[in-house]
Structures are given as structure tokens and as C-alpha cells.
Nanobody
Framework: QVQLVESGGGLVQAGGSLRLSCAAS?????????VGWFRQAPGKEREFVAA????????YYADSVKGRFTISRDNAKNTVYLQMNSLRPEDTAVYYC??????????????????WGQGTQVTVSS
């Protein structure tokens, strides 16, 4: 059974940066097809942020974060990162990483991901 643990959240001013980490234990990320980041703000539905396809490193982003966020991985550390630059107050949310066991289509749908972390809070002040 895999465990995903997010870290790196915190409070930052608008325009600042944070790097989130998602570390896996119990199973390596290479046995999954994709790893994604999602977020949920208070009173809002969970939304897709970014994903990386393990077989070829292809990356996918929500329009709202494209050009500001970068998803990457470190195979040796079994960790996936989300570098977040030019943060805005509307980026405030709990950020979750998730791992997908098979397939690549509809990567923005959370129900396609089998394993989830507990989340890390990101707060961007104006």
C-alpha cells in the first residue's frame, strides 16, 4: 500500500514562490502511470493543477497555472515536486498529490487517481 506525503506548503505573499514535495513510500512512483497535483479551496470543488506522465515525462497543466507552476520528479528520491512561482491569492488552497495506476486519458479527473496524500495548505496573502 503506497503512502503519499505532501510537504512544503505555507504562507507566502503574492508574487512569491513555494515548492511542494510529494514523497511516496511503500511503492515506487515508476509503477504508476501518472502523478498529479490537485487543489481544493474552501467552499470550492477540487480542481486539477498539474500532472506528469511517468513513461515519457510529459507534463500537463491547468490553464490557471500554466507558465507559473512546474511539475517535476526525482526518481532516486521517489518524489514529485510542484514549483509554484508568481503566486496569487486565488492559489490559496489545500494541495494534494495523487498517483494513477493505469491509463493516461482524462488526466484532470481526480477519480482516475487511486492514491492520495493528506494535503498541504498553501496560503497566499495579498
Amino acid at each position: 500500500q503506497v503512502q503519499l506525503v505532501e510537504s512544503g506548503g505555507g504562507l507566502v505573499q503574492a508574487g512569491g514562490s513555494l515548492r511542494l514535495s510529494c514523497a511516496a513510500s511503500g511503492r515506487t512512483f515508476s509503477t504508476y502511470t501518472m502523478v498529479g497535483w490537485f487543489r481544493q479551496a474552501p467552499g470550492k470543488e477540487r480542481e486539477f493543477v498539474a500532472a506528469i506522465r511517468w513513461i515519457d515525462d510529459n507534463t500537463y497543466y491547468a490553464d490557471s497555472v500554466k507558465g507559473r507552476f512546474t511539475i517535476s520528479r526525482d526518481n532516486a528520491k521517489n518524489t514529485v515536486y510542484l514549483q509554484m512561482n508568481s503566486l496569487r491569492p486565488e492559489d490559496t488552497a489545500v494541495y494534494y498529490c495523487a498517483a494513477r495506476g493505469f491509463g493516461y486519458r482524462n488526466y484532470a479527473l481526480g477519480e482516475n487517481y487511486a492514491a492520495w496524500g493528506q494535503g498541504t495548505q498553501v496560503t497566499v496573502s495579498s
